[in-house]
């Protein structure tokens, strides 16, 4: 949402300035069409080039994802948090063998389908599974599914970074198209020397177009894309860690309570449930 009404203030910003300075659009809107081809397509086989086929297909996958409002709320992190506290729970009270039926098969699990919206999160689910299924087997310690957390989190850091970097080249490359544009127009105007003096301006700048548009471009739309992505996977990393700092706690003997506050601890203040909130939704879902 808040990408959408950047996008109008650039706009209205830009275009209503140049409105008030007394500009003609005329100019802009006969020449915008093959400049936009230009900077466009390049930028695009620019992209091609410089992705493999799996950095191509996450980026296409997340720019959607970018006009949409962030899922790392409040209440899923209540969510979250009581779901973890309930398998903790369950586990301390009858033994972690009673678990292993929700780990298997966390789709047809109660307690999974207590809070849909974790229980539809695939990667989510299988990162909490994976690591509680090391528990049950009682074959690691906790220092090292620790370290086993923390190299699948880096891991899934670089996956996330890759689109974003990817975004962002284009980003820094359209400036350069822009001028690109405007060479392929000087070079069209030069080649017209001899028409009228009027005529060789409306040709100068219908070839500053492609300037400015690959200016407005790169930092009025494409590379703030980049840094939403980037602000998207930071949000997704720290779920991760809030998901690893529970467990471990667990494993070191704290009870669930205890577990569930250290994880709630990790999480950006602006999301962070209170004590008395998470307690209240623990005992919510618990009825």
Do not use: W
């Not at 992190?77 to 298997?104: P, T």
């Not at 020397?193 to 070839?207: H, K, R, T």
């Amino acid at each position: 949402m808040f990408v959408i009404v950047g996008y109008v203030v650039v706009m209205v910003a830009v275009f209503g300035g140049y409105a008030l300075a007394g500009g003609k659009f005329a100019v802009i809107i006969k020449a915008a069409p093959i400049e936009l081809f230009i900077i466009g397509g390049s930028a695009l086989g620019a992209f091609l080039v410089g992705n493999d086929g799996k950095t191509i297909k996450a980026t296409m996958g997340a720019i959607p994802t970018l006009f949409k409002g962030s899922k790392y709320t409040k209440a899923r992190y209540m969510e979250l948090m009581a779901l973890l506290y309930e398998i903790l729970a369950k586990a301390r009270k009858e033994g972690l063998m009673s678990i292993e039926a929700d780990v298997e098969n966390p789709h047809d699990s109660a307690l999974f389908k207590k809070f849909p919206n974790i229980a539809a999160d695939h990667h989510l689910v299988e990162f909490i599974t994976d690591y509680l299924r090391m528990m049950v087997s009682g074959n690691m310690n906790a220092h090292e599914i620790e370290n086993l957390m923390d190299s699948e989190i880096e891991t899934h850091h670089q996956e996330a970074h890759k689109p974003m970097g990817a975004i962002q080249a284009v980003g820094d490359g359209l400036p350069a198209f822009g001028i690109v544009a405007a060479v392929l127009g000087v070079v069209k105007t030069m080649a017209s020397v001899g028409q009228p003096p009027a005529v060789l301006g409306q040709m100068i700048a219908g070839a500053l177009v492609g300037t400015f548009l690959g200016i407005l471009l790169a930092y009025g739309f494409v590379s703030p894309l980049a840094k939403v992505l980037e602000q998207k996977g930071e949000e997704a990393h720290k779920e991760l860690q809030c998901v690893k700092i529970t467990l471990l706690a667990s494993l070191q003997g704290y009870a669930p309570a205890i577990a569930v506050e250290f994880g709630r601890k990790v999480l950006f203040s602006t999301e962070r449930p209170s004590f008395q909130e998470l307690e209240s939704h623990v005992k919510q879902k618990k009825a």
